[in-house]
């Protein structure tokens, strides 16, 4: 099967059939999201070696035992989140953030705001700052900002993968975002003189208070999209929120898998699938 052409689908069918060449190919297209994930999680590449091993490894054995009813996203991060786990356990989860190398990302120089989001992630310096700012959510926050915004999975998936509700997802997701978006705005040209009163705009809070109360009419609908293009503090947060997300939404394809990971994972992979063969004869 051309593994260039043929669809996640495809190579799953032909895998669940016994075809190696398509369980390899399913694999490698999936690995650099596996290693990437790791990385975030974990902090470091020795265990997100670990993780991307462990998860293609599972992937190999249970491709016979994979639900039909999940997506494959779903699947291979709920493995992949397993195997973090194991790291958590064994004391090596989410290393503390480096504070020195945080302070000079962030003061190395205020962006232009007028940049777009993929031109800002093309510099080293808010990368950096944003692969710190992500690493120092606490692990249920993190995990549900990665699985959202950077690999892309719905709300329902990623409450599939963690074991939780939607609403818990969506609910540490709000968390998550504003913590994120809170550590890169000095490096995304947030005006100083916006007001710093903790919570949300009164205004928008009150108008949102009606609309939860089911008291919604055009009127309302008319009086708060004038609010939102009028209020400097709630269109800064959420345009600033905006460039936070495409950040990381791009920051998805950043992580490559090195090539000596890549060699030492297939090679185990390699083993596994032979010891699988072998034991089937």
């Known amino acids: 099967m051309d593994d260039v052409v043929a669809s996640d689908d495809e190579l799953l069918t032909e895998a669940r059939a016994g075809n190696r060449q398509a369980l390899e190919a399913l ?6 999201q596996v290693y990437g994930f790791g990385m975030k999680m ?3 590449p ?21 639900r039909r009813d999940a997506s494959l996203s779903s699947w291979i991060y709920t493995i992949a989140r ?3 786990i194991k790291m958590h356990r064994r004391g090596k ?20 705001p007028a940049r777009r989001a993929d031109e800002l992630l093309a510099g080293k310096q808010v990368a ?9 959510l606490e692990p249920i926050y993190r995990e549900v900002l990665m699985l959202r915004d950077v690999e892309g999975l719905t709300a329902p998936e990623v409450a599939d993968v963690l074991g939780v509700t939607t609403q818990a997802v969506k609910s540490r997701l709000h ?3 504003l913590s994120v978006r809170e550590r890169m705005e000095p490096l995304l040209g947030i005006r100083a003189d916006l007001p710093k009163a903790p919570g949300t705009c009164p205004e928008a809070l009150t ?13 309302l609908c008319a009086q708060l999209e004038r609010h939102l293009e009028d209020c400097a503090r709630c269109t800064g947060s959420c345009d600033t929120l905006k460039q936070v997300l495409a950040l990381c939404r791009a920051s998805a394809t950043t992580t490559p898998v090195p090539a000596p990971v890549q060699a030492s994972v297939q090679s185990a992979l390699r083993a596994c699938l032979d010891q699988t063969k072998e034991g089937v004869s």
Not at 27 to 32: K, M
Not at 128 to 136: E, M, W
């Open 27 to 32: 694999l490698e297209r999936h690995q650099a």
């Open 42 to 44: 974990c902090g470091n």
């Open 46 to 66: 020795e265990d997100a070696k670990d993780v991307l091993q462990e998860t293609l490894l599972a992937m190999a054995r249970d491709i016979h035992n994979f």
């Open 82 to 84: 397993s195997a973090c």
């Open 93 to 112: 989860f989410a290393p503390k953030v480096d504070e020195e190398k945080e302070s000079a990302a962030e003061t190395e120089g205020v962006a232009d």
């Open 128 to 136: 950096d700052a944003l692969d710190l700012a992500i690493r120092a």
């Open 175 to 177: 968390r998550a975002r």
């Open 207 to 219: 108008m949102f208070e009606h609309c939860l109360e089911e008291e919604i009419s055009a009127d």
